[in-house]
């Protein structure tokens, strides 16, 4: 069974300063990927970054940038220059590609930037 | 705009009504999903569908019931609705095959049972 863990409850960052969010998983699929969303106060759920398990490279979207250690099943998202509108949950998830394609979250990160 | 659409947004049920959450998306998705979301909890699946005519359960399908009514609407049914039922409930959809694309959610239902 495919299993996702978010060991921090809350993280506190300051404007403009780098942020690490951490994100393990565990899994026997060879073939899969990962996801972050973001949840704001608002409550929807918006998609930030994928890294699928083949992929050479660590992905990257604009502030976001996810750090890939397959050895170590983490997927860790780092988000840089932090703005005060980056508060938010934040949920690492995984599927198993192929198949119905469910996502597995974690029970997810509040990340309060402070001014 | 293209999207998932659920509603209603809000509802407050007392112990033992029933009722349908709606959800229809316009993205010619294959794959529909309901979860709920609880506090410190995540959000755990109740019941998804790979494709039209076909249905199977989550992690957390008891009390609840589907229908994948065609390729654009999923309902999800509470037949006999518990306190235990209160959540936030979100539908989604997704393309299967097209890996790198997130799932995409609709805006959620608040559901308070008395």
């Known amino acids: 069974a495919q299993k996702i863990t978010q060991t921090q409850p809350g993280m506190f960052v300051q404007e403009k300063e780098a942020v690490t969010l951490d994100c393990t998983y565990d899994t026997s699929d060879p073939s899969y990927g990962l996801f972050w969303y973001k949840q704001p106060s608002s409550g929807e759920m918006i998609f930030l970054i994928y890294?699928?398990?083949?992929?050479?490279q660590n992905a990257t979207e604009g502030r976001y940038s996810l750090n890939f250690q397959k050895a170590r099943k983490s997927a860790n998202l780092v988000i840089s220059a932090s703005q005060l509108g980056d508060s938010a949950m934040y949920f690492c998830?995984?599927?198993?590609?192929?198949?119905?394609?469910?996502?597995?979250f974690g029970k997810g990160t509040k990340l309060t930037v402070n001014p | 705009n293209a999207g998932v659409t659920q509603t209603p947004k809000f509802q407050v049920l007392k112990t033992g009504q029933s009722m349908t959450l709606q959800c229809a998306q316009d993205?010619?998705?294959?794959?529909m999903y309901w979860y709920r979301q609880d506090p410190g909890m995540g959000l755990r699946l109740i019941y998804y569908?790979?494709?039209?005519?076909?249905?199977d359960k989550g992690e957390v399908p008891n009390g609840y019931n589907v229908s994948r009514l065609n390729k654009r609407e999923f309902s999800l049914r509470l037949e006999s609705a518990a306190p235990s039922q209160t959540s936030v409930y979100f539908c989604?959809?997704?393309?299967?095959?097209?890996?790198?694309?997130?799932?995409?959610f609709g805006s959620g239902t608040r559901l308070t049972v008395v």
């Open positions: 569908s790979a494709s039209e005519g076909t249905t």
């Open positions: 989604a959809s997704s393309d299967l095959g097209k890996s790198r694309n997130g799932y995409t």
């Open positions: 890294q699928g398990s083949y992929d050479q």
């Open positions: 998830a995984m599927r198993k590609q192929g198949g119905s394609e469910k996502l597995v």
């Open positions: 993205m010619n998705h294959n794959s």
